[in-house]
């Protein structure tokens, strides 16, 4: 049973236990995903031929795009398919919104979009024949019962796959970020069994998820690239602190320009010729649906 959200004029249906993220995706968060898409598809584009080339689509295959974001990835999706298509989804209207906006701009009349919860939304039955997500599937309140629903809407024999992040030492991304924030508090990172980036990080907990949500032949493949946050020290600076300015809420003025000068001065740590680069780690996750 599921709680409904008015949103952008449109209701969502939320499980209760996503009631928080559906709050973040589909508020501030979102929206700053969505006036920056190609600065966040940039950072990630090093994955990207590894991820497809796991996801293996073929042509005339029905895609589910799970955490689609603005599309990218559901816009790569619907054109491996060819003669298939591709479905997005996310809790996010406003980035759902310019995914749409993106699919007809390119032509790519084979992705549609849809604002959903996947924990729970009623996908027809056996209905896609592959199921990918990059970076968008570690924030279920129950990722049990989200990935036996997203199962559910996958024929028997279909193929998941799923680009999450390794754990938080492995990703000098976070940790720079954090601790410049932090101006010498102490803030720890979200447990790795809670909603948020690293949930699906421990593979035991990951493949046990998958595993009672109705997978086997699940895999782990260590990646390691380096995560593009802007093209000078100042850009990425303006860039990031506009995603995790939050971190500044406690702090008297005095801890606030020490953080700011720490997350200034760990972007030009990281210049380089190709811009400001940090470190990063995933897992390329495939299964398969029982």
């Avoid at 990218?72 to 398919?81: E, F, K, L, P, V």
């Avoid at 997203?150 to 390794?166: D, K």
Wanted: proline share 6%.
């Amino acid at each position: 049973m599921g709680v409904e959200r008015v949103s952008a004029n449109a209701v969502l249906r939320v499980d209760p236990s996503n009631n928080e993220q559906a709050n973040a995706w589909d508020g501030d968060e979102g929206d700053y995903w969505a006036a920056h898409p190609d600065r966040f598809d940039r950072s990630v584009a090093a994955y990207q031929d590894r991820f497809y080339e796991a996801a293996a689509i073929s042509s005339g295959e029905r895609v589910l795009d799970v955490g689609c974001g603005t599309g990218q990835t559901t816009r790569a999706a619907a054109r491996q398919s060819g003669s298939g298509a591709a479905v997005g989804v996310d809790l996010s209207s406003k980035m759902i919104e310019l995914a749409r906006e993106l699919a007809a701009a390119e032509n790519v009349a084979n992705a549609s979009f849809e604002h959903v919860d996947a924990q729970i939304h009623p996908f027809p039955a056996e209905s896609f024949d592959n199921a990918i997500s990059r970076t968008g599937a570690m924030f279920f309140g129950d990722p049990v019962a989200a990935f036996s629903n997203i199962g559910r809407a996958l024929r028997p024999g279909a193929r998941l796959t799923l680009l999450t992040w390794q754990p938080p030492p492995g990703n000098e991304w976070i940790l720079e970020f954090s601790t410049a924030m932090a101006a010498g508090r102490d803030i720890p990172l979200p447990p790795p069994d809670a909603p948020g980036p690293f949930s699906l990080s421990d593979p035991d907990r990951a493949r046990g998820i998958l595993t009672a949500a109705g997978f086997d032949d699940i895999q782990f493949d260590a990646m390691s690239e380096g995560m593009w946050f802007g093209s000078t020290a100042d850009d990425a600076y303006e860039f990031v602190l506009g995603l995790v300015g939050w971190m500044l809420q406690g702090l008297d003025d005095a801890g606030r320009a020490r953080a700011l000068e720490a997350l200034r001065s760990t972007m030009r740590a990281h210049e380089t010729a190709d811009g400001v680069v940090f470190s990063s780690a995933t897992w390329l996750i495939t299964a398969t649906r029982v």
